[in-house]
């Protein structure tokens, strides 16, 4: 096997692609079509959460819960209008605290209902991941591994394998704060329509989660 195939990170066509697919992602974000949308979406979301802000903090909170449990489900979108009528420090609490309570919901989940747990994810993902995780796993690794996953995984894994529930509450506690302030300020940058910070925070936020899959491949290949 070939250096490139087994680091795909070095290769050109992996960097080609990647580049190539966020070109296309920033194009259709700024398209006319696609901003009128998040406009007209931002605008129906904001009407709401101005009319009923408690039931509408409530809500986004719950909806952000879910986002953590279940990949098809996202609380992205409502994200620029939370920031207009709460500002972004409250919508970042209420999006990080929604996040970090839908990973505990997962944990308890994977900890007591393991048959459970392969209805609400793919049992391929669960079993992947379960490869490199075990209940001694240190603090740094595990949130290391939190922030190179999808969201919807770690609270079930760790839950799975009964890793300590504090270390995990501490791990995952760090990777969503920062993912969730990536967001917070993606979403700001998207509503004024300002594609460079957007791509700016978009592209750290890869940064972030890239190194730290390659840190734990490091750590794993050291350890072996």
Known sequence: MDTASRKPWRSVWFWLALVTAA???AFLLFSPTFKGWVEGVTDWAEGIMMAHPVAGSVVF??????????????????????????????SFLLLWGGWTAGAI???FIGYFARPLLFRL?????????EEIVS???????????????PSEIPGYLFGGLHYPFWKFLAAISIAESIYALGVIIAGESLLEAKP????????ILIVVAVGAGMLLRAQRKRKA
Do not use: H
């Open 105 to 107: 919901a997962a944990y």
């Open 23 to 25: 070109s296309l992602a």
């Open 135 to 149: 209940k001694r796993m240190k603090l740094w690794a595990a949130m290391l591994l939190c922030l190179a996953v």
């Open 61 to 90: 909170f719950l909806l952000s819960a879910i986002s953590a449990m279940l990949a098809f489900a996202s609380s992205m979108v409502l994200v620029p209008p939370a920031n207009e009528v709460w500002g972004k420090p409250v």
């Open 121 to 129: 994810v793919q049992r391929q993902k669960i079993e992947k991941y």
């Open 196 to 203: 460079a910070a957007l791509a700016v925070t978009v592209g």
